[in-house]
């Protein structure tokens, strides 16, 4: 049997944060549709207090709404110069809360 039968496929929706990219590349290369969302839009379907299972509820009532918009997955190249962009901010940042903290 040298043919690959790919069983089924799934479409998987997610919050999109760090680390869901990371999965939805994942998911993506064993055939999955990953659709990430930011949390901003996932959170009017959350219909009770915030705990995993309503947010896996909202999640998967908002995957499939049409007008639902969706985030870009990020390549792990993407991923590295973000990171590196927020470091550079950071010690900006401290730099310029010494200089205050001197002149002050």
Known sequence: MDELWVIGWCLIGMEACGGAHYWARAFEKLGHTVKLMAPQFVKPYVKTNKNDAADA????????RPN?????IKTGEQQAVLALHRARQS????RT???NQMRG
């Open 97 to 99: 809360a010494q200089a």
């Open 91 to 94: 010690l900006v940042k401290a």
């Open 68 to 72: 639902m918009r969706f985030v870009p």
């Open 57 to 64: 509820e909202a999640i998967c009532e908002a995957v499939d």
